[in-house]
């Protein structure tokens, strides 16, 4: 009879598999949101080096734990390995060194997972608090399922706040404890939907943190309160000085 562990790993794999299938299944349906009113001409700085040093830091850690956390929950269980799905596929001795360099990955990235949460906290904590938007953002699937709708959204929308707070309090849980899996799946599998969005499914969003900017015209569409706020901050910052090109004059 197969244990639990195994079970776990088993519905782990049908839940990461049924998540990519229903991406692909939205990409078919809806394609690519993209940026409706053309590249904008210009950027606004959104992430600086810093931040997006932390946000790395953490998406691979987390990685890591990931790949490790399987391995972890087979010796808390202490399982006999030959009895295992893994232990019969890749052999009881091979898989009992999977288990140990598993386990020892997930004692040391833990205390660097926690390090970048703690960090990613004290640096988005004010961006991700409950606003009355949020509820309008949710309730228009956050203008990402019909085209032409774009709910006005802060710096963080009520997709990525909520990505935030399951991120912040789910990876604290499991950088301690191992388990439960579920969590583990869960958090994988909403992992995988912000990649998807992030790259391939909204055109121009993954320049947020790469170059750390991002193009006008797409900060207009998914966060147009914020981008308003930075582009009449960069029209003040660029409009003339009289007093100082009078001055420059004389000298």
């Known amino acids: ?62 990685v890591v734990l990931a790949l490790a956390s399987p391995s972890v929950q087979y010796q808390v269980a202490d399982l006999d390995y030959s009895q295992t799905l893994p ?33 990613a906290f004290l640096l988005w904590v004010r961006h991700s608090l ?11 699937g956050g203008g990402l ?10 710096k963080f929308n009520a997709g990525q706040k909520l990505l935030f707070w399951f991120v912040i309090v789910g990876g604290a849980w499991l950088s301690v404890f191992p388990g439960p899996p579920i969590l583990t799946l869960v958090l994988i599998c909403a992992v995988i939907v912000h990649i998807y969005l992030r790259t391939v499914g909204i055109q121009g969003a993954a320049s947020a943190m790469i170059s750390g900017e991002v193009d006008a015209n ?10 308003e706020q930075e582009i009449r901050r960069i029209e003040e910052d660029a409009e003339p000085d009289p007093g100082r090109t009078d001055a420059a004059r004389v000298h």
């Open 1 to 62: 009879m197969a244990n639990s562990v195994d079970i776990a790993s088993s519905y782990g794999l049908w839940a990461i598999g049924g998540t990519i299938a229903l991406l692909a299944l939205f990409w078919l349906l809806r394609g690519r949101v993209r940026i409706e009113q053309g590249w904008g001409g210009f950027n606004i700085d959104r992430f600086g080096r810093f931040e997006r040093f932390v946000h790395w830091l953490l998406a691979v850690s987390f």
């Open 87 to 119: 232990g019969r596929l890749l052999g009881e001795e091979v898989f009992a060194q999977v288990v140990g360099i598993g386990w020892f990955l997930y004692n040391w990235v833990s205390l660097l997972f926690l390090g970048s949460l703690l960090l």
């Open 130 to 140: 409950p606003h009355w938007r949020d509820a309008v953002w949710l309730l228009k």
């Open 145 to 154: 399922i019909v085209p032409g709708v774009h709910p006005p959204a802060h």
């Open 218 to 227: 797409w900060a207009r569409q998914h966060h147009s309160l914020w981008a």
